[in-house]
């Protein structure tokens, strides 16, 4: 008798994402953490900051629809995650921004989007960790923390 059940593949093109997702994400909180210098070096740091920020949300989505596609994420939760991606990387940007005016307590938004953006990511790619938490309650709370955490900084950058 053969054996016919369905191999599972390793997630490998989920990690390689998320590994360069981290690569980045470590580069841009670096980034965000030193000092500005002036006149040309603040410019080349906020253009550096931009790069690096639109470079992980890239990769984020990209981990995201990885996990829509080979994995198993409700649709509702997509799309919610098509509108709030975007807005999370606008937010985390400001946050940058608002450090580099000595705002060292914005560096917690771009602190925190990533890590739970790329966390929801592989709970959706990831079968054993679908196990572990509902979907419903998962995707929920994911995404009302997103959202919250990217508003934030929007309303707070009003007033700093």
Request: net charge positive.
């Amino acid at each position: 008798m053969s054996n016919l059940q369905p191999q599972r593949s390793t997630p490998s093109g989920a990690f390689l994402l998320f590994a360069v997702a981290c690569g980045l994400y470590i580069a841009m909180l670096v980034n965000a953490a030193t000092p500005l210098g002036g006149g040309e070096a603040a410019f080349s740091d906020a253009i550096a900051s931009l790069f690096l920020t639109v470079t992980l949300w890239i990769v984020l989505a990209l981990l995201l629809v990885n996990g829509a596609l080979m994995g198993e994420m409700p649709r509702w939760s997509a799309i919610v995650a098509v509108m709030l991606v975007p807005l999370s990387g606008v937010a985390a940007f400001v946050a940058i921004d608002m450090c580099s005016r000595h705002i060292q307590w914005a560096i917690a938004f771009p602190t925190t989007l990533p890590p739970l953006i790329a966390a929801y990511a592989m709970w959706a790619r990831l079968p054993r960790l679908r196990a572990l938490f509902p979907s419903s309650a998962i995707s929920l709370s994911s995404w009302i923390m997103v959202f919250v955490l990217s508003i934030a900084p929007l309303i707070l950058a009003l007033y700093y």
